[in-house]
């Protein structure tokens, strides 16, 4: 009874702490039914959740995406498959500028090597990953008898089953499952409109609101070089949702820190997210100063822009909510409630120590910051990737580093040996300047930055390995993987070389990052009993790239006095435009121009709605309470950008394509009537 109490008055205090109203990335073995069910009068059934996370993929290149028809048709959003687009551009045929249409399925052009990932099956192994971890192991040792045991419950599904398959850590250590996915990798473009609509306000109007973006490109699936047959995908709304109608999104966000400790916080804050702008800052400039040599250097380079760009103001947002007084006082109250609840039950007391534990870590690694190696090139990349391969294949799987195990082999080798260009110009820009930042953080004398300059300039040394390199050519690649550990010690080749110069260095600096790594994981998982004690099992994980569930209704919210409305409509681009006349990325492509008269300018484009999101649910469905696909999701509003800290309702939105305007923009501005036609059957 004395505990029950104590756990009662804990829970009042430590209200806050809940999650409140839309809040949430839920998993789908743990739905909030009852929070549903008084929220909104929904009671999801078992068959409504497997079928939404049948119907629902993943894109190995970090977006999320649906089934959405039967003859595997995939949606996403443009700038998730923009890798491909761009990897299937020439400067013939821009498709990433142009847009695409295959009015055939011979039309259809396959990826070079995406991957697809749908999840069929979910299993806790807390159990047997815990038990192989004990107290007495130092750090090293914990490492590397979690990740044993992790290579061994991999490979044993795999085996079984056949299916990827992919142990998450939850709760920061708390619970690990087991996720199984059916892969797709012959996967092929159907349909992507021009940037100038799918990027339409460009950076300015990125993370704002209100928005006029058709941000949407549709793949299909093959399997045996046939549209493959799914059973699992969203039938297509008549109307999409009204306001204050409650909607669904599932999808994969990536990485929430929502769980951290106010020191951690602080480190994020003060050290960790000011260094990460400061390098995409850098990159930043780099790209734009390599793509004003001319149009074809701007192509090569538009795609890591974009991506530097959106990830700048992304961590802009982070560090804005951080640099709240608001925010972090409190995070502090939640924190300061959460220990004396712990304080008063003598059961939980030794839970504490996680606290200390945690603020350890993050003194190591503001240290680790200042002697980092920063050397990296897509070329580069390649050349470490093959030499610790060679490294790592030498042990048995479950000693490897997780990359190279078993279970993840044939999804390692489709990246490693994908026939996508590499524009030698442009990773010799990037390769000079990583090796400039790396003279930075060590300084000139370090003996390791002296190896890896070779007497030269950065500039110079990253010609001459660029220019010697013969790993742009994919049958290179296979030689040397096929050779082993032999080969890659006897090879001239001058990344290799470099690689295996930087390589004890990278993997000294891993091995430090992973024991702290570790330290925090038993310290969360520690974290995460606390929170379960007090407040019960009814709180969601932080985001880790895996399948979650968010909802939340249709609704605007205000503005600096304004009030916003939750949809925009496709007449309303064309008044954007008009208010924007002569600025960069306020023009709609020809083809929009060409239909307006016959567009229906009332139909809803985009809108918002308050369920809880973060970078990963681009490309996620948006559905209704039938699981009838009635959006998109492509962004969320400059408000949202704190979602990796901390969630609120008041202006926090996500921001989705309306599924009626990507079937009115299908059939009039695109002509795709037979695509149409396929949609949801």
């Known amino acids: 009874m004395k505990r029950a109490l104590l756990v009662l008055s804990a ?12 809040e949430g990335m839920w998993l789908f073995n743990g739905l909030p039914r009852e929070l549903l069910k008084q929220r909104y009068g929904f009671e999801p059934s078992d068959e409504w959740a497997s079928h939404l996370m049948k119907s629902s ?22 700038h998730v498959g923009s890798d491909t687009l761009a990897k299937l551009s020439t400067p013939e045929r821009n498709i990433m500028e142009a847009g695409y249409l295959a009015r055939t399925p011979a039309e259809e052009l396959k990826a070079p090597d995406m991957e697809l990932n749908q999840l069929v099956q979910i299993q806790d192994v807390t159990d047997q990953v815990k038990a192989a971890v004990t107290s007495e192991m130092t750090p090293e040792q914990a490492v590397a008898a979690r990740r044993a045991v992790i290579a061994k419950i991999e490979k044993s599904a795999l085996d ?29 473009l159907v349909w992507a409109p021009e940037t100038a609509i799918a990027f339409f306000g460009g950076d300015a109007d990125n993370f704002e609101y209100p928005r006029f973006c058709l941000d949407a490109c549709i793949f299909r699936v093959y399997e045996n070089d046939k549209p493959a047959n799914i059973e699992h995908f969203l039938r297509w709304s008549a109307s999409g949702p009204a306001e204050k109608d409650v909607v669904f999104v599932s999808g994969h966000p990536g990485r929430t820190s929502r769980i951290l400790t106010m020191d951690a916080l602080k480190y994020q804050r003060d050290v960790a997210q000011p260094a990460g702008l400061t390098n995409l800052r850098r990159m930043e400039i780099v790209l734009q100063q390599y ?3 001319g149009k074809e250097n701007a192509r090569r380079a538009r795609e890591d822009l974009f991506g530097v760009q959106n990830s700048r103001k992304a ?15 409190e995070k502090q109250a939640a924190e300061t409630e959460l220990l004396k609840a712990i304080a008063a039950n003598p059961e939980l007391q030794p839970l504490a120590q996680a606290w200390k534990s945690i603020a350890a870590t993050t003194t190591k690694r503001t240290e680790l910051l200042k002697k980092g190696v920063s050397v990296n090139s897509q070329l580069y990349g390649i050349a470490l990737q093959l030499v610790q391969m060679a490294e790592e294949d030498r042990k048995p799987s479950e000693e490897r580093l997780p990359e190279f195990a078993d279970a993840g082999r044939e999804s390692l080798l489709q990246q490693l040996y994908s026939e996508a260009p590499i524009y030698a110009d442009l990773d010799q820009v990037l390769l000079a300047d990583s090796i400039s930042k790396t003279l930075e953080q060590r300084g000139g004398d370090d003996e390791l930055c002296l190896q890896i300059l070779n007497n030269k300039g950065p500039a110079e040394r990253a010609a001459e390995l660029i220019r010697g390199t013969k790993l742009a050519d994919v049958a290179f690649r296979k030689e040397l993987a096929a050779g082993g550990l032999q080969a890659i010690e006897k090879s001239d080749d001058p990344l290799i070389q470099l690689a295996r110069i930087i390589n004890p260095e990278s993997r000294r600096i891993r091995a430090i990052t992973e024991e702290l790594d570790e330290q925090d994981r038993q310290a969360y998982a520690s974290v995460a009993e606390a929170r379960f004690a007090v407040l019960g099992t009814s709180v969601y994980p932080d985001a880790t790239f895996t399948l979650r569930l968010a909802f939340g209704p249709v609704v605007g919210y205000e503005q600096d006095g304004a009030q916003i409305p939750a949809w925009t409509t496709l007449g309303g681009a064309f008044e954007h435009e008009k208010q924007h006349v002569g600025q960069t990325d306020y023009t709609l492509p020809k083809s929009w121009k060409a239909a307006q008269s016959r567009l229906n300018g009332s139909t809803p484009f985009n809108f918002v709605s308050t369920a809880d999101i973060i970078g990963g649910n681009s ?44 079937r009115e923009a299908l059939q009039v501005v695109y002509g795709a009537d037979q695509l149409v036609r396929e949609l949801g059957k």
């Open 619 to 662: 490309g996620s469905p948006v559905v209704n309470r039938n699981g009838e696909l009635v959006g998109l999701i492509f962004d969320g509003n400059i408000q949202s950008l704190s979602g990796n800290y901390v969630y609120t309702e008041k202006q926090s939105r996500s921001v989705s394509v309306h599924s009626s305007a990507l």
């Open 291 to 293: 793509g004003l040599r």
């Open 57 to 78: 993929v993943r894109f190995n290149v970090g977006g999320s995406g649906s089934f959405i028809s039967s003859t595997g048709l995939v949606l996403t959003n443009h």
């Open 315 to 329: 961590r802009l947002g982070m560090l804005a909510g951080l640099q709240d007084p608001q925010v972090m006082a």
């Open 160 to 188: 079984t089953t056949g299916l990827k398959s992919t142990v998450t850590t939850l709760y920061g250590g708390g619970r690990y499952h087991l996720y199984q996915y059916r892969k797709y990798t012959d996967v092929r």
């Open 11 to 22: 829970m009042l205090l430590l209200a806050p702490m809940l999650a409140v109203a839309d």
